[in-house]
């Protein structure tokens, strides 16, 4: 099994449609992040949680929220998706350090298409 | 602003055409620089981390480097396997975030 799992891989889903991007790992890291990759424009950060009770915007939030279940779960919604939102999305994590020697371990990613 | 910046965009050698990628960076107290390989539709892979200005590692036909304002990521004698985006990402200050560049298309023709 992958270290950090994300469902669904593909997705479409209609204008205003409410929509949950799911995240789970078992490397056992305390800090979770939720990127955008959009092309010509790089890996864009959500948002990330350093533990259960400490959730933090990144730089693009606007119009997604998450929601860390547990320490090893971590879920981004948005609430009435539009098409500017259509991106491969990616779940990573790493240990409490912040990234140690190995960076970030990454999920293999959530092809979303919003019509 | 922090920021990283990678070039060329595109990169096409042939297979045994030794090249190198740049990304040069911005930030403010650097802990890290990061080299992921990315395959298409999946998520990108952990190739290096550098620390400090000096610094070398190498893995199979890639070796990275760092100076004060720039890393390289050294391809020797390519392979078509080595085709892949790569990507740089910086952490920097007390957040401990990545910030990634926007990364390197590389075709290896056989």
């Known amino acids: 099994d992958a270290d950090v799992t994300q469902t669904p891989r593909n997705r479409i889903t209609k204008t205003g449609k409410r929509i949950m991007l799911e995240c789970s790992q078992t490397k056992g890291h305390d800090r979770m992040y939720w990127y955008r990759q959009d092309p010509g424009l790089g890996l864009r950060l959500i948002y990330y949680?350093?533990?259960?009770?400490?959730?933090n915007k990144g730089e693009i939030s606007d119009g997604y929220s998450v929601s860390r279940q547990a320490q090893a779960k971590f879920s981004l919604s948005l609430e009435s998706a539009i098409p500017n939102q259509t991106a491969l999305y990616f779940c990573?994590?790493?240990?409490?350090?912040?990234?140690?020697?190995?960076?970030?371990?990454f999920g293999s990613g959530t092809r979303l298409t919003v019509v | 602003e922090d920021q990283v910046t990678q070039s060329p965009e595109a990169l096409r050698l042939q297979e045994g055409e030794s090249s190198s990628l740049n990304c040069s960076y911005t930030?403010?107290?650097?802990?890290?620089l990061f080299w992921y390989r990315q395959d298409p539709g999946k998520g990108p892979e952990f190739l290096f981390t550098?620390?400090?200005a000096g610094e070398e590692k190498e893995k199979e036909r890639l070796k990275a480097t760092l100076t004060k304002k720039e890393s390289f990521l050294h391809i020797t004698a390519p392979k078509p396997e080595d085709s892949a985006t790569y990507l740089c990402?910086?952490?920097?200050?007390?957040?401990?975030?990545?910030?990634f560049g926007t990364g390197t298309l590389l075709a290896v023709q056989p």
């Open positions: 990402a910086v952490q920097a200050g007390a957040t401990n975030k990545l910030i």
């Open positions: 949680s350093f533990d259960v009770k400490d959730i």
């Open positions: 550098l620390y400090s």
């Open positions: 990573a994590t790493s240990d409490t350090t912040g990234t140690g020697d190995y960076g970030y371990t």
């Open positions: 930030v403010s107290g650097l802990r890290g």
